[in-house]
C-alpha cells in the first residue's frame, strides 16, 4: 500500500478508486458511472452504493452469528490513463493487471471490461464501435484493445474468496494423519473483502507507473 501511494504520485493524472461492488449474494446493480467515489471511505465495507451497502452489512453480520465467512467482489476504476500504455503480447496491460490482482491474498479471479458477461453476448451486440475523437461507444473492452490502453476508464473487477477460517467445527486431518475436528479461536473477520480494496488500489498504480 505504501508503494502504490508513491506510485500514486507518479501519476498525477491518473485516478483510480476501487470499491466493494458485491458481498456474498448482494451486490451494487448501479454502473459505476453513477456511483459517487468520495463516498467510499464513509462506508463500512467500503461501497459507495449506500442501499447496497446496508445489505452487504447485514448479510456480514447473519455470517458472522453463523460462525461462517463470506466472499465477494472489489471493482476498480482507472480514468485518465493516456493511451498507448501496454504491449501487444508478453506484456499486455490487461494481463499485467491480472497478475497483480491475483497476486494479492484471497483473490480467485479477475475479469476486465465486459468480463465473463461478454462471454454471453453476440458479437453484434459486443463488439466496440468507434464514435468521433477516437472513443468507442460502450467500453466494452474496458479501456484496453489488444493490450494497450485507448484512453478511455480502464476498469476490472477481482474476487476474492470467503474467509477459510470460520468459528463452525470442520473436519480436518492431524499430524498423524487422523481425521480429528477443529474449531478456530480468536478474532476473525467474516468478511476481509472491505480491507482489500486500497491493497487493489496500490497493485493498480505500480503496474500503471510501471507502463
Known amino acids: ?43 463500512l465495507v467500503r461501497c459507495p452504493d449506500k442501499e447496497a451497502a446496508n445489505r452487504m452489512i447485514t448479510a456480514i453480520e447473519q455470517a458472522k452469528s453463523e460462525g461462517d465467512s463470506l466472499g465477494g467482489t472489489i471493482t476498480c476504476v482507472a480514468q485518465g490513463v493516456p493511451a498507448g500504455w501496454g504491449e ?20 480467485k479471479g479477475f475479469d476486465y471490461g465486459s468480463g465473463f458477461c461478454g462471454a454471453k453476448m453476440n458479437g453484434s451486440a459486443h463488439n466496440d464501435s468507434f464514435i468521433k475523437g477516437g472513443k468507442t461507444n460502450s467500453n466494452f473492452s474496458g479501456g484496453i484493445q489488444g493490450g494497450i490502453s485507448n484512453g478511455m476508464d480502464i476498469y476490472f473487477r477481482v474476487a476474492f474468496k470467503p474467509t477459510a477460517t470460520i468459528m463452525q467445527e470442520q473436519s480436518t486431518i492431524n499430524q498423524k494423519g487422523e481425521v480429528v475436528q477443529l474449531q ?10 472491505p480491507r482489500a480494496v486500497p491493497v487493489v488500489e496500490a497493485m493498480t498504480a505500480m503496474v500503471l507507473a510501471d507502463f
Open 184 to 193: 478456530a479461536e480468536g478474532r476473525h473477520d467474516p468478511c476481509v473483502v
Open 88 to 107: 501487444p503480447i508478453f506484456d499486455k496491460l490487461h494481463a499485467r493487471l491480472g497478475q497483480a490482482m491475483l497476486s494479492i491474498n484471497a483473490a
Open 1 to 43: 500500500v505504501v508503494a502504490g501511494a508513491i506510485a500514486k504520485q507518479l501519476l498525477k493524472s491518473v485516478n483510480i478508486h476501487a470499491f466493494v461492488s458485491s458481498v456474498g449474494e448482494e451486490l451494487v446493480i448501479k454502473p459505476y458511472q453513477e456511483l459517487d467515489f468520495s463516498q467510499i471511505e464513509n462506508s
